[in-house]
């Protein structure tokens, strides 16, 4: 599954805001299996911000928005562009209602009724930490995640609701083997078994670390595809190659290894 970021900030762009939430977005969608094709930072006008859409689904169809909803941040913008029309979402007013009467923080109904207005169909993601809520649009074609301006917010909703989200989407599968190496292993040393394992350390799918269990160093291996079959074939492959590297006369046991 491919993605691109797009966070909107004025802000950011003039310097009087560092953007600090894009590398963990990237980092965290980086382990969901979501590949993130580029970020962008746009400025908080309609016409960059349709083009930076218009850009990113030319070759994604999924986007995540930073910045896009809060004060001065219209929703009349993806309504539009998905061609819904925006709506006022009582269950939203009342649950951002309660987080600000629970932090003390002094905000007219008027004011959070306008941060309710949503666009039609939209999945919409309470936010626990703050009270600006996230939504998700979606079409055929096109997904539209969009989440608040404040990093603290963005990484509530992500954690809470966005990751569950792309698991579904994604479907991830997860599997792990581990290689229980003997003495002839453990004569080699740390150092000596990365020598021989040589760019097998590096994977990133499968993933390889090597830990002392009891007595003995141990290879434990990390796989994740779209089911658990896939990750487990993965796993049984770098297995086997990890193997091939270090000779059959350093390996005590195989095993199946739970996540």
């Known amino acids: 599954m491919k993605?691109?970021?797009?966070?909107?900030?004025?802000?950011?762009?003039?310097?009087?805001?560092p953007e600090n939430t894009t590398n963990y977005l990237a980092g965290r969608m980086a382990e969901l299996d979501v590949n993130v094709r580029r970020i962008v930072i746009v400025g908080s006008y309609e016409e960059e911000i349709r083009k930076a859409l218009d850009d990113s689904y030319q070759d994604v169809d999924t986007v995540l928005l930073t910045g896009g909803i809060g004060?001065?941040?219209?929703?009349?913008?993806?309504?539009?562009?998905?061609?819904?029309?925006?709506?006022?979402?009582?269950?939203?007013?009342?649950?951002?209602?309660?987080?600000v009467?629970?932090?003390?923080?002094?905000?007219?109904?008027?004011?959070?009724?306008?941060?309710?207005?949503?666009?039609?169909?939209?999945?919409?993601?309470?936010?626990?930490?703050?009270?600006?809520?996230?939504?998700?649009?979606?079409?055929?074609?096109?997904?539209?995640i969009v989440l608040p301006f404040l990093s603290t917010d963005i990484k509530a909703i992500f954690e809470d609701d966005i990751v569950g989200y792309f698991y579904k989407r994604v479907s991830i599968g997860n599997a792990g083997m581990k290689i229980i190496l003997n003495e002839k292993?453990?004569?080699?040393?740390?150092?000596?078994?990365?020598?021989?394992?040589?760019?097998?350390?590096?994977?990133e799918n499968p993933s390889l670390d090597i830990v002392k269990e009891e007595n003995n160093y141990v290879l434990k291996i990390r796989a994740v595809g779209p089911t658990n079959g896939d990750a487990m074939i993965l796993a049984n492959l770098f297995t086997s190659d990890c193997c091939q590297k270090l000779g059959s006369e350093c390996i005590l046991n195989i095993k199946e290894d739970t996540i």
């Open 3 to 17: 993605a691109d970021i797009i966070c909107i900030g004025t802000e950011y762009i003039t310097g009087m805001l």
């Open 101 to 144: 009467e629970k932090s003390g923080i002094r905000m007219d109904d008027t004011q959070l009724k306008g941060l309710a207005e949503i666009p039609e169909g939209a999945m919409i993601f309470d936010n626990y930490d703050g009270y600006v809520p996230g939504y998700v649009l979606e079409s055929e074609e096109k997904t539209l």
């Open 71 to 99: 004060y001065g941040r219209s929703q009349d913008i993806f309504a539009d562009y998905f061609g819904k029309k925006l709506i006022f979402s009582e269950d939203a007013f009342t649950h951002m209602k309660k987080q």
């Open 185 to 203: 292993a453990e004569e080699k040393g740390i150092r000596g078994l990365l020598s021989s394992l040589g760019d097998l350390c590096k994977s």
